[in-house]
Each structure stands twice: as C-alpha cells, then as structure tokens.
C-alpha cells in the first residue's frame, strides 16, 4: 500500500527550487539521485498494463528505479540479497557488533567519504579479525559481513559499521571449530583500543599522502599541525565499539540482516507531515527509554532535502563486504570445511522460481492472475482499457 506521504514527493515538490539554490554545490551523484528517486515508478520509467484473466480487472505498473539509494526499490533488493545469503549460515550463535566513529573524525569523513567510509571498514574488519586470531581470546579465523550506515535516526551525519559475526571460528591449522562464549564474542575495549590505533595511524597517512581534501570552515585541517592538533582529544577518548547479545537463531540473523543492509537514511512510513512548515518525521532518540523514544522532529523543507543527500554515497562504493571465512575468494571452501568440523550436512539449495521477476500481485477484485497485455517504454503513457474492462485507477510497486 502506498505510503500517504514519500520523498518523492517531497522531492518532486521542493526538489527544482532546492536545485536552483544550490547549483554548483550538489554532486553529479546526489543530483542522479534525487532524479531516480522522483521519477520512480512514475510514466518516465515506462511500465505495463496488468489484466485479470478471470475478470478482466487492469491496472498499471510503472517501472522502479532501482536506485540505492530510493526508500522504495530497497525491499525487492533485500529479498534478493537475503536467498543469496542464506545458504552462508552456519548452525551457531551469531553476535551484533558495532563499530563508531568519533565525532572529531565523523567531520572529516563528512568531506572525504570515500576515502574514510573504506579506512572505516579496514580498519574494523582488521580489528575483529585480530583480536580474535590471539590465542588470549578466541583463537580463530572468524567471518565478518559488514554494512555501512551513514546516518543516525534523525539524518544526522553519524558513520558506522554493523557486523554479523558467528560465534567461533576455525582454528589457525584448520583442524577444529573453536566456539566462542554463548554470550560473549571478544572483549569491547580491546576491540575500541585496537580500531583507535589502526584507524588513526592510516588517517594520518592518508593526511601526509595528500590524499584527504578539506573545504569551508575545516579548510585549516590541509596543514599538518591543525590535522594533529584536531586529532588530539581522540587519542584518548575511548572509541565506542558495541557488542549486542546473540540472536536467537539463524532465521532472526536473516531477518536483520535483510533490514540492515539495504536500509536507507529514511523510509517512508516514518513520515508524517509535508507541508509549509516543513518535514515532520519519526525518529529515535537514544537517550530516552521506554516509549519516550519515538519522538517526532520536524526540519525546513530545504534542511530535510539536504540531510537527505547527505548519505548518497560515492559511486561504487560498495557498503557491505565480507572478510574473513566469508570473503569472496575463499567464502566458499571456508563454509564448507566449518560445516565439517561442525559435523552438519551442507545446506539445501533450492532452485530459484522459474520467473523471479515476472512476481505480479493478485488481481484485487477476484484474487485472479494478472497477465501482461501492454507494455509502454520511458515518457510514455498507456493506452485506454479495451472497451467493457475495469481499471483499479493504480500503479503497482
């Protein structure tokens, strides 16, 4: 069911006047963006006509935009992403673990993403994978999926990245499966020490290679000293990595792992209200507990377009990646000797549908198949139902 309000709409209301205001100002990828995510499922993506074939109801079904970035192409994609990952699940617990930028370091990220977000993804993935390879600790080759996340609940810029870990890993001679604490993984300030170390010492290199770019009120940062002296209170501080308890099951670490690595910074159905005083939305404020953690914000129009766009990320940067047992090139042999050592039978392949994409929601009136009898390309605008039919007046997803 179509939301009542959605960023396309907010887009395709505001999104011209936003473009004259800032021209020169937006990136080619942020601007790409906001047009997928207007144009989504509209006639400029061209689309089809459906019709029962039982009672003859139609409708039509423009065609999505697929973009990342677009609240309403993420569920499909999360699908999709969830049956190629679940033949990856091992039969142990599987622990949540988050890794935080400090806000010192959340502000150069803000105008060196791609350089930053991938420091931010090495530098943790190495960490984890460290500290459990000690023999003090656990002692094993572990494997890691990591997604990305750029925002807070607010839309704030917040950079962080969530892990799904398995509880154990395979011994260095490949001999056993060593099982980790049912409710312990490793040690969180072991892992914040190590990250804060490796994180700040590639930081810097990439500061004397030249390779970070500072601009308006940060531009002090390009010199040496200004960089170090701005890093000063982050030395000490302690960087906040997350442990969360173990899901209970395989199933529960499919269903969040689908949420989390095609979310974007804001969904639909968090939006309340679009009118002349701006966006009100839902969001989550951490601080409160119980019920008072939904709270309601509302940002001018312009502000709310921005934050936005404040998450597009670079083009093909990829926000999940997998290390470890289950990195690419060896995912598969790696899988196959933990299944061994955990004495479980490989898991069922099941054969994809016929028609994976040919999915078309039932007729409405009599819960009939829909067929498709039209087909329009881009700009285009079906043609009238033949004479006698029934049309719905509405576009599917």
């Keep these: 069911m179509r939301a009542s309000i959605e960023v396309a709409d907010i887009f395709r209301t505001a999104g011209p006047a936003y473009r004259a205001a800032h021209a020169g100002h937006l990136s080619l990828a942020q601007l790409k963006v906001m047009s997928a995510i207007e144009n989504c499922r509209t006639a400029v993506l061209g689309g089809h006509v459906e019709a029962c074939e039982d009672c003859g109801?139609?409708?039509?079904?423009?065609?999505?935009?697929?973009?990342?970035h677009c609240p309403k192409c993420q569920g499909a994609a999360a699908r999709t992403w969830l049956a190629e990952r679940e033949a990856d699940l091992l039969p142990v617990g599987y622990f949540h673990v988050v890794f935080t930028l400090p806000a010192e370091v959340a502000d150069i990220a803000f105008h060196n993403k791609a350089a930053v977000y991938d420091l931010l993804f090495k530098a943790a993935s190495e960490t984890m994978l460290?500290?459990?390879?000690?023999?003090?600790h656990l002692g094993a080759r572990i494997g890691i999926t990591a997604v990305l996340h750029t925002w807070g609940s607010a839309m704030t810029h917040h950079p962080h990245v969530h892990m799904i870990v398995p509880g154990g890993g395979i011994s260095p001679d490949g001999s056993r499966w060593i099982s980790s604490h049912p409710a312990f993984l490793l040690p969180v300030r072991v892992l914040g020490k190590l990250f804060r170390r490796l994180f700040l010492t590639r930081l810097i290199a990439l500061h004397d290679a030249g390779r970070l770019a500072f601009f308006g009120s940060m531009a002090h940062l390009a010199g040496r000293r200004a960089f170090l002296h701005h890093l000063k209170p982050v030395r000490s501080k302690r960087w906040v990595v997350y442990a969360k308890a173990p899901f209970a099951g395989p199933e529960a670490v499919?269903?969040?792992l689908s949420r989390y690595t095609h979310r974007v910074a804001i969904s639909n159905r968090r939006l309340i209200r679009f009118d002349e005083d701006g966006v009100t939305f839902r969001y989550k404020d951490y601080r409160r507990e119980g019920a008072d953690r939904q709270q309601l914000r509302t940002l001018a129009t312009d502000e709310f377009i921005r934050r936005v766009l404040l998450h597009v990320l670079p083009k093909g940067f990829h926000r999940i990646r997998h290390y470890g047992l289950l990195a690419g090139g060896s995912r598969k042999t790696s899988l196959a000797l933990a299944r061994e050592l955990l004495a479980v039978a490989p898991p069922v392949i099941h054969d994809p549908p016929a028609e994976p994409d040919d999915f078309r929601p039932p007729c409405p009136c009599c819960g009939g198949r829909m067929i498709v009898i039209?087909?329009?390309?881009?700009?285009?605008?079906?043609?009238?139902?033949p004479h006698g039919s029934r049309s719905t007046g509405s576009s599917t997803p």
């Design 57 to 68: 109801q139609w409708r039509i079904a423009y065609n999505s935009c697929r973009n990342r």
């Design 130 to 136: 460290t500290i459990a390879a000690d023999p003090k």
């Design 254 to 256: 499919l269903a969040y």
């Design 374 to 385: 039209e087909v329009f390309e881009r700009w285009r605008q079906p043609r009238g139902p």
